[in-house]
C-alpha cells in the first residue's frame, strides 16, 4: 500500500511540473536569433530552463548528462524538470554535495556523469550574462558589462561581482567572457548589482560529493523554509509577528547561503528589526567582503540604526570599487555630517564631482552646515 501511495504521489508531483512547466515548452516554439559573436552564441545551446516545485530558473549543461545550476534553486528537490535546448522536457535528479558554495548538480541519468570541463582562471574586466529571461521566455544572450570584483582567496562562498541584469529565472545561468570561456554560474544579485560563483569552484563542489543525502536534503529544506518566510514577510510593513521572526532567524540561519543571508537582512530591515538585519548583513559581507550588495544593504542598516561611525567603515570599502554609486555618495555625505567627519567628507564631495556633479552643490552645502 505505502508503495502504490508514494508512486500516486510521485506521479502527481511530475504531473505537476510538466503542467506549470508548459507555458515554457510553448514560449519556446519561436527560437530567437543570436546577434553575438560565435563563440557567445553556442552557449544559448548549453543553458537550459529548470523547474523546481517553487520557482523557474536557469542550469548550464557541462558535459553528457551533467548539469549546474544553484543550491538554492534545488533547495530538498531530489527531481526538478529540464527544458534541453532541443526542446524536450525531461527529468533531472539532484546530486548531493557538502560543500558551502552556492551551486547544485544535476544528473540526466540514473548514475553520477564525470564532469568535465576545462575552467581557465581568466578575470576579464566584463562578461557576459547567458541565461533564462522569464519575461521574454526565452535563453538570452545579455548585453556585456563591467565587472566590479572577483573573490578574495579562501572565501568559498565569495562572488564575482559585475553589472550585469537581475531579472527572474537568471539565477544558474553562465557568465562568460567575450571570447566564450566560462566564468561564473550567476547566484544571485541585487539593485545594480550581480553575483556569479566562480566557475574555478566547480571540480572542488563536484568532488565534495556526499553518497549520504540526508544533510544535503536537511539545509535544502532550511533554504525552501527560509525563502518561503521571507516571501511571506513581504506583506509586512512592521510586526510580522514573533512566529515569522523565528521562522527566519533559524532557517535563513542553517541555510549557511550568502545569497538568503542578504535577502534576510534586507527583509529584517525594511521591517525595523534592525539588530536582527545587521546580524545577517555583516555575516554575508564576512563571508564575501567585496559583494556590494551585502555592503550597500549593511550601511543602509547601519544608517537607519544611527550607527555612523560603524556605517563610513563599510561605505570607505564600498567606495574602492563602486565610487559612481549615486545612492553610495549620498550616504557617505550624510555620514561625514553625522559624525563631523570632513576627510571622510570630502572625499566623498571629491568622487561626487567626477561622477554626479549635479548633486554636489546640495551636497556641500549640507555637509558645510553640519561642520559649522
Known sequence: MYTYLKIIFNFK?????????????QAFANESKCLASKEVCKWTKKVVAI???????????????????????IEDSEV?????PNKKIIKAHSIANSHVADIAFLSLSETIPKLEINIKNTK?????????????????????????????KGKPQARIHSLTRNLPGTSGGALIDNKGNLIGIISSGGGEYNEAVPATLLKSVFENQNDDSSLFLETGKSIRLCADALEE????????GNLLLKKIQTNCELSNNKFLFDMAGQALGKVGH???AIYFLEKSSNLDPKSPTSLHS???????????KKEIVVLKKLLEFTPDDPQVLRLAVQAAAFTK???????AISLMEIHNPGAVPLARDFLNNALH
Do not use: C
Not at 566584463?126 to 573573490?151: L, Q, W
Open 13 to 25: 508531483i511530475l504531473f505537476f511540473f510538466i503542467s506549470s512547466f508548459i507555458l515554457i515548452q
Open 51 to 73: 523547474k523546481t516545485p517553487t520557482m523557474v530558473a536557469s542550469g548550464v549543461i557541462l558535459s553528457n548528462n551533467l548539469i549546474v545550476t544553484n543550491r538554492h534553486v
Open 80 to 84: 526538478v524538470l529540464v527544458r534541453m
Open 124 to 152: 576579464p574586466k566584463s562578461a557576459i550574462m547567458v541565461a533564462f529571461d522569464i519575461g521574454r521566455n526565452d535563453i538570452r544572450v545579455f548585453k556585456e558589462e563591467n565587472v566590479i570584483s572577483y573573490p578574495e
Open 233 to 240: 514577510i513581504k506583506e509586512f510593513q512592521s510586526n510580522p
Open 274 to 276: 534592525l539588530d536582527d
Open 298 to 308: 549593511l550601511a543602509i542598516a547601519l544608517h537607519l540604526k544611527r550607527s555612523y
Open 341 to 347: 567627519n570632513k576627510e571622510f567628507g570630502e572625499t
